[in-house]
């Protein structure tokens, strides 16, 4: 196959903000007169130059989202952008710091406002969206507490999953582990940023500490060969960004990349974009490149998605509807 645009794919790693077309940024940007300097090169890609700086312009062109319809407006956007690529399936980072900040009130409208948004985008692709609220870590355990209160209390509908991104290097996973029970209490499944930008060492604490059943990145365990075992055995997911490494220099390319050593170990590996327009990448050009320079076929990438949507944090009548779209071959 050499075009691996339309075949069905699920994504269970993508943040709403960080799938956010610059031109949309710009455009609302300009409808509320908010300078964006620094945020955009010469050619109107996002700026950054490490992943410190990236979070910065990510919080950036963050600013410009203020209201429920403007969210709203951005989950059509990001959705009809995934559908393009064959996405049928995807789960939405979104953090409740930039909706509200913490307030239950205002959150409630915010949810209800991408809901709607979800809605209108599955009416006019098929596309399936279910929602993960993330604290950001490097605002601290406090402020994840005040979030997952409002994440436990709204544990319904759309919303299905709890997560943690932001600076891995910022405190301990320990640190987090009250805000991470109390999601998990309400019935959130749950995932965190870990082995991304920390090694082994960061991925062993998580586990040790956050009550997750999948991982996001997770890939630096690749350094620590019992951890490998530990991750087979506790049957974690991991949520793997090949081109957002990549584009972050943790790997210089495919071939240097663990997703194939961890997948040979017999580690639970799904394929996912992250921040798509950040790190030059979509759906498409994963599976291209998987294909192109892994030699990856029809039957890996069913696989893959099998184990996305065994691990999905949706309702059993979904999560058997589409994985229908992956058996067989
Ligand atoms: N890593 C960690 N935190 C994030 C990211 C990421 O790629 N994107 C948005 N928050
Ligand atoms: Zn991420």
């Not at 799938?19 to 700026?47: H, W």
Request: charged residues 25%; aromatic residues 8%; contains cysteine.
């Amino acid at each position: 196959m050499n075009d691996w645009r339309d075949i069905a794919k699920t994504e269970i790693h993508l943040h709403l903000e960080g799938a956010a077309p610059p031109d949309f940024i710009r455009q609302l940007a300009s409808e509320k007169k908010i300078d964006m300097t620094g945020v955009f090169d010469a050619d109107g890609n996002y700026q950054w130059v490490d992943f410190v700086d990236f979070l910065k312009t990510y919080e950036r062109a963050c600013e410009v989202l203020k209201t429920p319809e403007d969210f709203k407006r951005l989950v059509e956007a990001v959705l009809a952008e995934s559908a393009s690529h064959g996405v049928v399936y995807t789960e939405l980072f979104l953090a409740p710091d930039f909706c509200g900040g913490g307030d239950l009130i205002a959150w409630k409208e915010y949810l209800a406002a991408m809901s709607e948004g979800a809605v209108a985008a599955k009416n006019a692709s098929g596309i399936e969206a279910r929602f993960i609220a993330t604290c950001v870590r490097h605002m601290g355990a406090d402020q994840a507490k005040i979030t997952s209160k409002v994440a436990a209390e709204t544990a319904s509908g759309l919303l299905t999953g709890w997560g943690m991104g932001g600076d891995e290097a910022f405190g301990n996973a320990a640190d987090f582990s009250y805000a991470f029970e109390q999601a998990a209490e309400s019935g959130l499944g749950i995932t965190s940023h870990a082995g991304e930008v920390c090694g082994p060492d960061s991925v062993r604490e998580t586990l040790d500490s956050l009550p997750v059943s999948r991982i996001g990145h997770g890939v630096r365990a690749i350094d620590d060969p019992e951890l490998v075992r530990m991750i087979v055995e506790k049957n974690i997911v991991l949520e793997v960004n090949p081109g957002s490494n990549i584009s972050l220099s943790l790997f210089k390319d495919l071939k240097l990349h663990p997703i194939s050593a961890l997948r040979d170990a017999g580690v639970k590996i799904t394929v996912s974009t992250d921040d798509p327009p950040y790190f030059h990448t979509d759906m498409t050009a994963e599976y291209t490149n998987l294909h192109q320079e892994l030699g990856w076929e029809i039957s890996d990438f069913n696989a893959i998605n099998q184990t996305a949507m065994q691990a999905a944090f949706c309702d059993e009548i979904t999560r058997s509807k589409i994985l229908k779209k992956f058996e067989g071959a």
